[in-house]
Structures are given as structure tokens and as C-alpha cells.
């Protein structure tokens, strides 16, 4: 990356990359969106495991152990180069604020990236399946209970977790593009996403591995599992997360960077 003194110039800086990519290999693109949900499945496959044991042995106590886990999969996402959904609701709006890109085109990276988030999270979800680890799980699982606890929240719930979720998710991104040192981007990166890990707040492409998960591991849908419920809650996640990441963070600062005052991010 070349020497950026502003957030916004960061910014300006990764969306110039996700553009060129896309523009030049739609392919290429689309794969560094496939790893990106490969990471969050391994993530969220991982930490239901542990989860499970650490309830067994200690009730109540899966959920830190969770959250931990999973949070580690933005690091990865970020150290190897994937492309999110979410971070690009950030990138993407600022990128119309600014007048980096015309919002076709931010429209366009954005739907790309999360249609293949889709694809790399059914697939690798299919492949942990087929392990020894996940071919036993019984009723009652911290993976099935979890995934049956966001499918019976209320879409407002779903809504307003999902804008939560976002900001958490941005602000990571935001506070790792600022910082200059890894020694303290990694404790940091943990620390936020854990916020929105253990609260269980909607987060789209996080739901896209654990919904997998749970029906090839189950070997079909678990109880309370359709298709409108699954359906609707995508849609829900999509637009909190939208207004969390796209809105309050991405198009809120893009403002507060805006103008002459030299107060700037």
C-alpha cells in the first residue's frame, strides 16, 4: 500500500484494487470472495465444536468460547487477501460519496462478491460435512440450537442485529486499516468482532456458513428450518447490515472526512 495519511485515502486505495480486479478478471475476483466465506465457515465450524464440549463440561460457558473462535476468521480474511460482503457495503458506499465509482459499478462488485460469499460458504460447509468431526452431531447441538435461536427471532430483531452487526464488522476494518503495527491489529480485531460473535448479532455472511452448516451436517433442514424463514432472514440481515456498514459507517465517515477542517480520520 502507498503512503496514505487519511482513512479516506486507505479506503480510496482498496476500492481502486476491488475495482481493477474486477474489471480486469470477474474470476479471479470471484474466487478471493469464495476464500473469504472458506475462512468464516472454518471459523464458525471450529468454534461450534469447542462450544459444544466447553457447554458439556461447563454450561453456559460455549458462547465465550465461540466468540473467540469465530473472530479469529476477519484476521484471516484480511492477512490473505479475501473479499467480504459486508466490508464492501463500507467500501462501496463510500466510493459513490466520493465519486470514485459510479454507483452501477459499486453495485456491481458488491452483488459479485456476495454471490460467490454464498457459493464459497455452501461449498466449504458441504466439505466440513463430509468430516469425521461433523458426521455424528446429535439434536441438541450448540451448531443446531444457535442456527434454530436466529431463524425464531422477529425481523425486526434480525433488522437492528444486523445494523449492529455491521458497525462491530466496519469499525475492525476501520480501526485495522489505522493501525500501523500487527502486534497490536490482531488483539484489537479479536477484541471487536467478539462483541458482535457473543451477543449473536445477524451478520449475512456469517449466516450463509452457519444456515450451511447446519443443513448438510443435519443431512437436510433441522426443526424450524425453511425456506421463508431462511430466506427472510437473509433479506433482514442484508439490510441492517447494509445500514450498520454501508450507511452509518462508510457513508458517515466519508462526511466527517468531507470539507476543508483539517480534522480528519
Not at 7 to 22: G, H, N, Q, V
Not at 42 to 61: E, F, K, Q, R
Amino acid at each position: 500500500m502507498p503512503l496514505s495519511h487519511t482513512l479516506i485515502e486507505k479506503l480510496a486505495y482498496s476500492i481502486e484494487k476491488k475495482e481493477d480486479l474486477s474489471r480486469k478478471s470477474i474470476a479471479r475476483y470471484a474466487v478471493r470472495a469464495i476464500l473469504a466465506t472458506m475462512y468464516i465457515t472454518l471459523g464458525t465450524a471450529i468454534g461450534v465444536y469447542i462450544s459444544h464440549y466447553a457447554n458439556v463440561m461447563l454450561p453456559g460457558s460455549g458462547k465465550f468460547f465461540y466468540a473467540f473462535m469465530f473472530s479469529g476468521c476477519l484476521l484471516m480474511i484480511f492477512y490473505m487477501n479475501a473479499e467480504l460482503g459486508t466490508s464492501n457495503m463500507m467500501y462501496m458506499t463510500s466510493a459513490v460519496y466520493n465519486q470514485q465509482l459510479k454507483w452501477q459499478t459499486a453495485l456491481k462488485i458488491l452483488s459479485i462478491c456476495l454471490f460467490f460469499n454464498f457459493v464459497g460458504a455452501v461449498l466449504f460447509s458441504y466439505l466440513i460435512s463430509l468430516t469425521n468431526a461433523f458426521n455424528h452431531l446429535e439434536t441438541g447441538h450448540y451448531l443446531f440450537d444457535s442456527v434454530a435461536a436466529k431463524l425464531d427471532k422477529s425481523s425486526l430483531s434480525q433488522f437492528v442485529e444486523g445494523i449492529l452487526a455491521n458497525i462491530v464488522v466496519n469499525t475492525a476494518v476501520i480501526v485495522y486499516l489505522q493501525m500501523k503495527d500487527d502486534g497490536g491489529r490482531v488483539p484489537v480485531t479479536i477484541f471487536i468482532i467478539y462483541i458482535f460473535a457473543f451477543l449473536g448479532f445477524e451478520h449475512l455472511i456469517a449466516n450463509f456458513a452457519s444456515f450451511s452448516l447446519a443443513f448438510f451436517i443435519n443431512g437436510g433442514a433441522i426443526d424450524g428450518m425453511t425456506a421463508i424463514k431462511v430466506v427472510s432472514n437473509f433479506f433482514f440481515a442484508f439490510l441492517g447490515n447494509y445500514v450498520g456498514g454501508g450507511l452509518l459507517i462508510g457513508l458517515v465517515y466519508s462526511w466527517l472526512n468531507k470539507g476543508n477542517s483539517i480534522y480528519r480520520d
